[in-house]
Structure formats: C-alpha cells, structure tokens
C-alpha cells in the first residue's frame, strides 16, 4: 500500500469513526445557569468552570444565577428550555433528590427530564466531636448520648437531620438536632462546647489537622481522602449514607454529538489545576471523574437512598 493509498484509507476510517468533540460547537452562546445565588460555593465553582470551558474551546459561556429552592426553580425551568446544548444547569444533589422524594407530584420534572453531563465534585461530610470527647467513634458516641439522655448534634442541612432520624430509630440513641445556618456556625458551636457533635464538610479540617476535633465518621458512602482510617456511617452499622454532589445537566434530548462534546469540555475543564486547586480549597476533595453514564448512575442510587432517609 502507498503512502497515499494509506492516508486516503486512514481519512475514510476516522470519517466513518463517529462525532467527536472538534464535529459540533454551539451556535450561540452557552448559557451556563446556576441554581444558587451570586458568591456561593457553586456559583464560585460554576464561573470558573465556565471560564475553563470557554478557554478551551473558543465557545461563550455566559454564566446566569437562578437560584430558589436549592437548585429546585432553576432546573424546573432547565427541563423546558430547548435540548440544544446551548442551555445547561449545575446544581447539588440532595436538594433536588429529597423534593423528589417528599413531593414528586408538585415538581415538574424527575431524573429523566435531564442529560446528564459531568459530576463536579463531592462535598466530604463528616461527624465531628470535640477532641477531649470522651468516645471515639459512632457506637461510643451513641452510648454517650443514651446515658446523658441525648447529645445534642449540630447540622445544617436537612438532610443530616433525617441521618440522625434513622441513626435514632435504630439506634435509641435519642440524638438531639440543633439547627445552624453553616458548617462554620455548627464548627464554633462544637469548638465552644455548645454541642457534642457536629455535621460539617470541610471547614472542620484545619480544626481536625490542629487536634482541635475529632472525626467520629463519614456521613458519605466513601470514606474521607483526607481521613481514610475513619469508616463511614454504613460501616459503623447504619445502612444510610448523605452524598452531596454538584453536577451539570442539560434538558433531556441532547443530539449525542453535543452531548459528547460539552461533557469532554467540562472534563477537560475540570482537569485544570486551577479548577482542581479550588475544588480542594473548598471541598477538600479531588475533581469528579464521573461522566454522563456514571453521573445518571449516581442520581438513581441516590435517589434511593434519600427514600431510606424519609423511610420509604
């Protein structure tokens, strides 16, 4: 074969091999929506990602705040905006999961109103204690609190609260909730003895490093990279677990060259140290690696597991 009979070969192969990235691109400007309010972790998070994406493949994206409902009102409006790949959404998780859960009648999508494109990141939850706690772990903790007739745990999200719920029904532990606005406030109530633990996802860290704190468990279903001796909840005989994941949709519909294309865009841009710097910043975690197939997975079993969280 000659060299021109292999490079013709070669071109009739790679023209037959299927839409690649470089095979569609936007008409317009990417409208890139954030569920959440201007100068949050997830608007921070959404910009940059945005900025990488744009970077990377020439296209404009235009970053729109939309929040309401913890993500709730930006994807009713994402499920009926054209599936063109001009239009995507990010957003948390267990939001959208625990509405899903608790009044699916009155949200006007569910899991198959979306394609999903990319996960972002997990935010690591951990069950923390004042370093001086007398326990060490969840079972030492839960006989704790049977014999003062309830420790008091602070949270900041609802579901950690149904966590402890479960964790009281099995456990007769009687766990008392006391409410914060942030992982901040639940930390200062913990350093100041206010409560004997705490739900927080990664402010506690420099506390925890200090010797300050101490980590009774993982509230997700992995253990902690930067606390890989200490199990999980699951592990410590709870079969329950909270996972917050940012992630990006798109409405359901995408043609598969552009859904191919915007989720290696926000792969590739998620690969960049800046975007990897500032996940770790905030969430003391890697980049998700979690593509379109693996991110749906995730959604479903999650779901699942927020239905054990209302016990259903």
């Known amino acids: 074969m000659t060299w021109k009979t292999w490079a013709a070969a070669a071109a009739i192969a790679l023209a037959g091999a299927g839409p690649a990235l470089a095979d569609w691109a936007p008409s317009?400007?990417?409208?890139?929506?954030?569920?959440?309010?201007a100068g949050g972790e997830t608007d921070t998070l959404g910009r940059l990602i945005a900025k990488e994406m744009s970077?990377?493949?020439?296209?404009?994206?235009?970053?729109?705040?939309?929040?309401?409902?913890?993500?709730?009102?930006m994807f009713t409006q994402l499920?009926?905006?054209?599936?063109?790949?001009?239009?995507?959404?990010?957003?948390?998780?267990?939001p959208v999961l625990v509405n899903l859960v608790t009044r699916p009648d009155e949200i006007p999508f569910d899991l198959d109103s979306f394609d999903y494109l990319h996960t972002v990141a997990l935010a690591q939850l951990a069950?923390?204690?004042p370093a001086d706690a007398p326990y060490d772990d969840l079972a030492g903790f839960l006989d704790y609190s049977r014999q003062k007739g309830g420790a008091l745990v602070a949270f900041d999200a609802?579901?950690?609260?149904l966590l402890m719920n479960v964790v009281n029904a099995g456990s007769g532990a009687g766990l008392k909730p006391v409410s914060t606005k942030s992982s901040a406030e639940a930390l200062q109530q913990v350093l100041g003895g206010h409560v004997d633990a705490a739900f927080?996802?990664?402010?506690h860290i420099p506390q925890l490093e200090a010797g300050k704190v101490k980590m009774l468990a993982s509230a997700n279903a992995t253990r902690h990279s930067y606390a890989p001796d200490t199990p999980t909840v699951q592990e410590q005989g709870f079969d329950i677990y909270v996972d917050p994941y940012f992630y990006i949709a798109a409405p359901a519909g995408l043609p598969e060259d552009a859904r191919t294309a915007l989720a290696e865009a926000i792969g590739a841009a998620l690969s960049k140290e800046t975007t990897r710097e500032a996940i770790?910043?905030?969430?003391?975690t890697e980049p998700s690696d979690k593509g379109p197939e693996d991110t749906k997975a995730m959604l479903e079993d999650g779901l699942v597991n927020t239905g054990t969280l209302f016990g259903k």
């Open 79 to 94: 499920q009926a905006v054209p599936a063109d790949g001009q239009t995507l959404g990010m957003g948390v998780t267990m």
């Open 55 to 73: 970077d990377a493949t020439g296209w404009t994206i235009v970053v729109e705040n939309k929040p309401g409902g913890g993500g709730i009102a």
């Open 127 to 129: 069950l923390i204690a």
């Open 200 to 203: 927080n996802a990664g402010a």
């Open 28 to 37: 317009g400007p990417v409208k890139l929506w954030i569920g959440f309010g």
């Open 280 to 284: 770790m910043n905030t969430f003391h």
């Open 158 to 161: 609802k579901p950690q609260e």
